[in-house]
Structure formats: structure tokens, C-alpha cells
């Protein structure tokens, strides 16, 4: 299987199901832009559990 060939579209599991893989779709440049836009733009929030009436948050 060639994973970097541009005229090949291949399944890439073997059995149950299907991922196709297209190649390149955006150039590392575009994909650290993309990233950093989204980082900082997306109001984030840590995860909490409820255990015996008590809430714990996520510190990581």
C-alpha cells in the first residue's frame, strides 16, 4: 500500500468498514494557522466530575 501516491485512493482498513485516504489536503503552514486560530480563539474549559454530591475539575 502506498500511502503517498496522488493517483491512488485506497481503503486503508482491512475489513469493517472504510477510510479513504486523499493525500495532502492543506499545507503545513495552513494546517499551524488553522491550529493557532483555533486554540486562541475557542473558550475552553475544564472537564468536571460529580462524585458522592462532590465536584472534582480537571488542574492538567
Given at each position: 500500500?502506498?500511502?503517498?501516491?496522488?493517483?491512488?485512493?485506497?481503503?486503508?482498513?482491512?475489513?469493517d468498514?472504510?477510510?479513504?485516504?486523499?493525500?495532502?489536503?492543506?499545507t503545513?503552514?495552513?494546517?499551524?494557522?488553522?491550529?493557532?486560530?483555533?486554540?486562541?480563539?475557542?473558550?475552553?474549559?475544564?472537564d468536571?466530575?460529580?462524585?458522592?454530591?462532590?465536584?472534582?475539575?480537571?488542574?492538567?
Open positions: 500500500m502506498d500511502l503517498f501516491s496522488d493517483n491512488q485512493i485506497t481503503n486503508l482498513l482491512p475489513y468498514g472504510t477510510v479513504l485516504y486523499y493525500g495532502t489536503v492543506m503545513q503552514a495552513e494546517a499551524n494557522h488553522y491550529f493557532n486560530e483555533l486554540f486562541n480563539s475557542i473558550e475552553w474549559k475544564n468536571e466530575a460529580i462524585d458522592f454530591w462532590k465536584t472534582y475539575f480537571n488542574q492538567s
